[in-house]
């Protein structure tokens, strides 16, 4: 049985269990919620201080005196940096992040903790996340790769200040690094002869629409495997991207070839609409080795620290280890992703608008498109300046006018400059974006729009422009 004081409204109250032991303080907090805690004693006077104390600091924070949130910030920093970065991987887990992305997570988390000694939420600084960076750098990681363990230190910190655990991120402002300097992995794009090897190869597996998919829909691995053939939609040509690395619903048009491709593979193979199309997954390895029959990579031998082959098997089967290898001469990789450099590369030579390329390939600025995806030459830039009107003087001018080129070229013993017909001022450029539909001089041949009263494009200039939106190139086997 208990020994209970009562107290007027508002005020609390004290009590003992089983009418002895320490005073326990009942009162009603800022938010109204009953409270229970020990006062730890025994002397009723000292009692009633400290629950006097609790209902009056109730009070303070009922009426905005006192920030509410100072005790809920005080409180997650009595807990260690382990319990909040737990929660924070559970919150992962619960939104459904990728498995190896939330392995990743934790150990960039876990290594940063332990190298900085950091126990509490307090001890989390921008000053030792930017002394981190810098010794991992040191240490030979490359700056990407730095900046992979920023992000997920900078994420906590953001989970953190949303969470109600700290009032602000301590580390949101620490720089990136700059991955211009020294970039590991730099990938190029393919040209119309190795992808044709490439596709004519995995055909022979089965594996041209895992192939075609990523060059002629930009799909990542993760893509291709998670799609399933109700996104595949043969009638509209489009395909639904579910679930993709930006977590939303994209709906892209779908390419003449791959839809062959995947309709081929689906009368092998029938399925239902929630099947996935690619039941198993290419792997490296497999891509490795079709990469090589195709061309694109080369057997090297593996060598140890002083550089003498790594010698494998006994007796007349041993022999030096090699290994396939995807990087040229000038250190550019060919993976699975670089065949989406290649559609973006392809976009931009076909003229496609970057805001086009950038929603066929799914980024959220047309900037990582042009900067990350699009690899052009110089050939690509000398068609350019080939695309350059001739600039004329007004002698020139004035011979065009008056029909009389041919006495100028004998006057100056046939080497003028070639002479091409002067733009009216009130007509509008031409897309460059044509230049991929005919012939690589079209407005040289006999197959040039002809003027209308719209102008000397006229419509047929936009519609053709508007076709853009899917890829026109196909791949020759």
């Known amino acids: 049985m208990s020994h209970k004081r009562r107290r007027g409204s508002g005020q609390g109250s004290l009590f003992k269990r089983q009418g002895e032991g320490s005073w326990i303080a009942t009162w009603y907090d800022h938010e109204g919620k009953r409270r229970e ?47 909040h970065a737990a929660a924070y991987v559970q919150n992962l887990q619960n939104a459904g992040r990728a498995p190896r992305r939330i392995s990743q997570v934790r150990s960039h988390l876990e290594k940063f903790f332990t190298a900085c000694s950091i126990k509490r939420l307090s001890d989390l600084t921008s000053d030792g ?31 953190s200040k949303q969470t109600g655990l700290l009032e602000s991120n301590p580390v949101a402002y620490v ?3 700059d991955t211009s300097v020294d970039r590991r992995r730099i ?17 022979k597996g089965g594996r041209d629409a895992w192939y075609l998919g990523a060059v002629l829909a930009g799909l990542r691995k993760g893509d291709l495997q998670q799609l ?26 779908m390419h003449r070839q791959l839809a062959d491709a995947l309709q081929q593979r689906l009368e092998r193979q029938p ?35 002083q550089g003498d082959p790594i010698m494998v098997g006994s007796g007349q089967r041993r022999q030096p280890k090699v290994r396939i290898t995807t990087t040229d001469e000038d250190g550019r990789v060919v993976d699975l992703h670089a065949l989406r450099t290649t559609l973006g590369t392809q976009l931009a030579r076909s003229g496609v608008a970057p805001q086009v390329a950038q929603r066929m390939m799914r980024h959220a600025d047309f900037r990582t498109t042009n900067q990350h995806y699009t690899v052009l030459g110089l050939a ?21 006018a008056t029909g009389t080129t041919d006495r100028l070229l004998a006057d100056e013993g046939g080497n003028h400059p070639q002479l091409i017909p002067q733009q009216l001022g009130r007509d509008t450029l031409r897309n460059s974006a044509l230049r991929g539909v005919g012939s690589a001089h079209a407005d040289d041949s006999e197959t040039a729009p002809k003027p209308t009263k719209n ?15 899917r890829p026109t190139f196909t791949l020759a086997t």
């Open 228 to 253: 399933k053939w109700a996104d595949v939609n043969f009638s509209e040509m489009t395909i639904t991207v579910r679930g993709g690395k930006a977590k939303r619903v994209d709906v892209i048009p």
């Open 271 to 305: 399925a239902l609409g929630q099947a996935r199309v690619f039941p198993t997954t290419v792997t490296d390895r497999t891509r490795h080795k079709d990469f090589l029959k195709a061309g694109l990579a080369r057997e090297e031998v593996v060598r140890d620290a």
């Open 37 to 83: 805690r020990s006062t730890r004693t025994t002397d009723k006077a000292a009692a009633e201080r400290i629950l006097a104390k609790l209902v009056a600091d109730a009070a303070l924070r009922r009426d905005g005196v006192i920030d509410a949130k100072t005790d809920q910030y005080a409180a997650a920093a009595k807990r260690t940096i382990a319990t």
């Open 129 to 159: 996340l930017s002394a981190y960076m810098a010794s991992l750098r040191a240490s030979g990681k490359a700056p990407a790769t730095v900046n992979h363990v920023r992000e997920a230190v900078v994420a906590f910190g953001n989970w």
């Open 175 to 177: 720089p990136r690094l």
């Open 380 to 400: 690509d830039t000398a068609s350019a300046v080939d695309a350059l009107p001739t600039i004329q003087t007004d002698q020139e001018r004035a011979v065009r």
């Open 455 to 469: 102008g000397p494009y006229g419509p047929l200039n936009a519609k053709r422009v508007r076709r853009f939106e």
């Open 187 to 203: 990938r190029r794009a393919l040209t119309d002869d190795e992808l044709g090897r490439l596709i004519a190869v995995a055909r």
